[in-house]
């Protein structure tokens, strides 16, 4: 390597910060610099190293969806209207229910908003009859023991907690 393409190197970060209503009235200069300055390097110790030499920020008051607990079972499918009726229609998102395809949380995140994408992409593909290449997802690993363990307790517990949240 030239001095020249050692001095090129470098790394893109982006990052997104949710339910930040605090931050909009940041500059964007101010933005960046608690991202750069406190948070990557609280994580990630050799970021105080980092040498930022460009930035964009979006600010998107208001954009987040906001679900109630136990509205997953409203939320659409991944197969939209059902490939009986719309094949060609299929929703995606961090917000759509998966079935079989199911993966990983099912809350709102980045993550499953991409594998839904790729999901109903596979879908559309199958019933359009393309004979373009599915997209393989990774399985997720299972829950480790104590993950399961809490998840079990908190399923015991709130079959006698009344869920007036939900109603």
Request: proline share 5%; glycine share 10%; with cysteine.
């Amino acid at each position: 390597d030239t001095d020249e393409k050692r001095a090129a190197r470098g790394s893109v970060v982006a990052c997104d910060f949710y339910n930040a209503g605090a931050l909009l009235s940041l500059s964007d200069e101010d933005i960046v610099n608690v991202l750069t300055k406190t948070l990557l390097p609280s994580a990630v110790p050799k970021f105080a190293d980092a040498k930022v030499v460009d930035s964009w920020v979006g600010k998107y008051a208001g954009t987040v969806s906001w679900f109630s607990p136990g509205s997953y079972v409203s939320r659409p499918p991944l197969e939209g209207a059902g490939t009986g009726v719309l094949p060609n229609v299929k929703c995606a998102g961090d917000w759509v229910r998966m079935g079989e395809r199911e993966h990983g949380a099912k809350g709102l995140c980045q993550e499953r908003a991409y594998v839904s994408g790729i999901e109903a992409a596979n879908s559309l593909l199958k019933s359009t009859g393309s004979n373009g290449a599915n997209q393989d997802v990774i399985p997720v690993r299972e829950d480790e023991a104590q993950f399961k363990a809490g998840v079990q307790l908190n399923n015991n517990v709130m079959k006698f907690i009344p869920r007036f949240w939900v109603r």
